[in-house]
């Protein structure tokens, strides 16, 4: 199953969820009603008929627990909406921010940085739980502001290739569309809960009444009513949790052998788990409620069977390794190896045509359709690569808060010394304090970046910009659209990095939801196809055909739409930007239709440059398809 066959998989699992608590939550209104009954004298106890009830007590009852249900629960999911860092620092996690001073704090940081390389997605921040069981957890509602946690135990007692299996594992809910489906049942079943928060609150003020009041046994009878349902609502929202939650574990398990091409690895970190005294368990009073988000059985339950959020670890292991003999035996955990580069300007060249080359035969085949949201050992290799041939100072300065804005500044410096001046002295003016020098810094040492650096440079830049407060982060993206404008036009790498950075940033900073709810259609998009295709023809010289020729070539791909190149001066970036927005809003399947329509409008001349391939790329992360490096 791909990228869009499970995205689209987990949209109509939201929707089965949706009914299932539905019908949890009438079954807690009749019981609601029933209970009121019972409290408050409209039922004959002795005879079992109704009294003084009617239907608009009953009407006034089950709209009460609806609206206790429902702010519940939507109080639970916006206080955890917008970022996964909320849900980190619910359970006292620690942001680990340089890992220098510890080899195990620096091997989780390379490990989550390859991985987000290789398959085209943001860096996520890696956050520590200061547990010694062996677990993690991916967090977030997006990509966009995704997190991963992981226990001091798992760092520790993991090896390299077992640590790679857990993170290829959380990458799997990151890019499965899982994380947004596990706040809803967080907000769910807290909101189902509140019923027994407010037995509990009554069961107190009634128990303190029942001795001077002629209604204190009722209050009390209502209060234990209360609690028993706001329990018992937990109780089979638990049970439909798990019994979602085992399948996409046992999903993600598959995935993270697929990704790593090592079984061994993901198997190894649940034979640990199985030989250590501490387990997965988590000791947090928080942990029962991200149970169904971590790695391992966060929890213990007294009916095991009915509960577990996650499959037996037997089961789990044999589905990787049908032979497996059943013992837990793992043996002892070798020193960390660091990456350590050695290759010269020449072969980092090399490796950059090699991309070009890789690139061009996965767009002519299609093939990249079924990379979208997926990994493999060789794009792993190439993350380790670059991130090898990433200069010090850029790979220090792409991890520093202050320095990250300066390196994205430093990328639209203009090349005419004129206009570059004109961009330090508004840098040193209006940037804050200490990112002008470090833009310095970098305008003397480096005079361009290669060009193969750009993207993996943006994606760990992201998870460092998410370290700023809001108000450094909107100067940032003010003075940036100044320094884009100011040499009065904008070229298309400058669109290309603004676009990917606020489409990121802002869903951290503003919590900007999409235009609509509405899954949309390629028909409903026509002219919004047409202007990105369009973009494409226009963005590279057509060699040996002419451009309507390699927009009719594209067009085929999109099902025979009624589309047609449009002139240049209707391709503008704002118009473009306007496009790209209504197109991630396609349903998942019609996704890959799109991106074929753009990988043929680019090699329909059958020549293709880095500029198309990075510009390609680009795209298919703004319609929030995370496109790993095209290599071969």
């Not at 090592?262 to 942990?287: H, V």
């Not at 059985?297 to 069977?305: A, N, P, R, V």
């Not at 190439?382 to 990250?404: G, R, T």
């Not at 298309?492 to 990095?497: A, Y």
Request: with cysteine.
């Amino acid at each position: 199953m791909n990228f869009f066959k499970r995205q689209d998989q987990a949209r109509q699992s939201t929707t089965k969820l949706v009914l299932l608590f539905a019908l949890a939550v009438f079954s807690l209104v009749v019981l609601t009603n029933l209970l009121v009954m019972f409290a408050l004298g409209y039922v004959n106890s002795q005879q079992l008929t109704l009294e003084q009830f009617d239907w608009e007590t009953f009407l006034l009852i089950s709209l009460a627990v609806l609206v206790t249900i429902l702010f519940g629960s939507l109080y639970k999911i916006n206080s955890l909406a917008g970022s996964g860092a909320k849900v980190a620092e619910m359970m006292g996690a620690e942001l680990i921010i340089d890992g220098s001073g510890d080899i195990n704090k620096q091997k989780v940081l390379n490990v989550v940085e390859e991985m987000a390389i290789a398959s085209g997605s943001p860096v996520p921040p890696v956050y520590l739980l200061h547990e010694d069981s062996i677990n993690a957890f991916a967090a977030g509602t997006s990509p966009s502001n995704a997190v991963i946690g992981v226990t001091r135990g798992t760092i520790d007692k993991l090896s390299r290739d077992e640590l790679q299996g857990v993170i290829a594992h959380e990458f799997s809910h990151i890019l499965n569309g899982d994380m947004r489906l596990n706040i809803r049942l967080m907000g769910i079943l807290h909101g189902i809960l509140l019923l027994g928060i407010i037995g509990y609150y009554l069961l107190r003020i009634g128990g303190g009444r029942s001795r001077n009041s002629k209604n204190g046994g009722g209050i009390v009878f209502l209060a234990l009513g209360l609690v028993i349902i706001g329990y018992g609502g937990t109780f089979f929202g638990n049970l439909i949790k798990a019994a979602v939650n085992r399948q996409r574990e046992y999903l993600a398990d598959a995935s993270a052998v697929q990704f790593t091409r090592n079984p061994g690895g993901i198997a190894g970190a649940l034979k640990r788990i199985g030989s250590d005294s501490m387990g997965s368990i988590l000791q947090n009073p928080n942990g029962p409620e991200i149970s169904h988000t971590l790695f391992g059985e966060g929890i213990k339950h007294s009916f095991t069977s009915l509960f577990a959020t996650h499959p037996p670890l037997e089961k789990r292991i044999r589905s990787i390794e049908p032979n497996w003999n059943g013992q837990f035996d793992c043996p002892p955990v070798g020193k960390t190896q660091k990456y350590k580069a050695t290759q010269s300007h020449s072969e980092k060249v090399n490796k950059a045509a090699g991309l070009m080359a890789g690139a061009a035969a996965v767009m002519n085949s299609e093939a990249f359709v079924d990379r979208v949201g997926q990994l493999n050992a060789s794009q792993i290799d190439y993350a380790k690569q670059i991130l090898s041939e990433l200069p010090i100072e850029i790979k220090q300065a792409a991890h520093d808060p202050y320095a990250v804005r300066a390196l994205i500044y430093f990328m639209v410096l203009d090349k005419g010394s004129a206009v570059r001046q004109q961009q330090l002295q508004f840098l040193s003016s209006a940037a804050d304090d200490g990112v002008y020098e470090e833009t310095i810094k970098l305008v003397k040492k480096f005079p361009e970046l290669e060009l193969v650096h750009r993207l993996p440079l943006l994606d760990i830049a992201l998870s460092t910009f998410r370290q700023l407060s809001k108000h450094q982060y909107l100067l940032f993206k003010d003075n940036l659209n100044a320094l884009v404008v100011m040499d009065t036009k904008i070229h298309l790498f400058e669109w290309t990095l603004q676009k990917i950075l606020f489409h990121h940033l802002d869903d951290v900073f503003e919590q900007k939801t999409s235009q609509t709810s509405q899954l949309l259609s390629l028909e409903q998009t026509q002219h919004a196809c047409a202007v990105v295709i369009s973009l494409l023809v226009y963005a590279e010289k057509q060699h040996g055909m002419r451009k309507e020729d390699a927009f009719a070539a594209a067009r085929k791909k999109l099902g025979g739409l009624n589309i047609t190149l449009l002139p240049v001066a209707e391709v503008n970036l704002d118009n473009v930007g306007k496009a790209l927005d209504q197109l991630a809003c396609l349903a998942p399947l019609q996704k890959p239709l799109l991106l074929k329509a753009c990988a043929k409008a680019i090699v329909a001349d059958q020549q293709i440059s880095a500029a198309e391939v990075e510009l390609f790329r680009a795209i298919a992360d703004l319609i929030d398809c995370p496109m790993p490096p095209l290599v071969a």
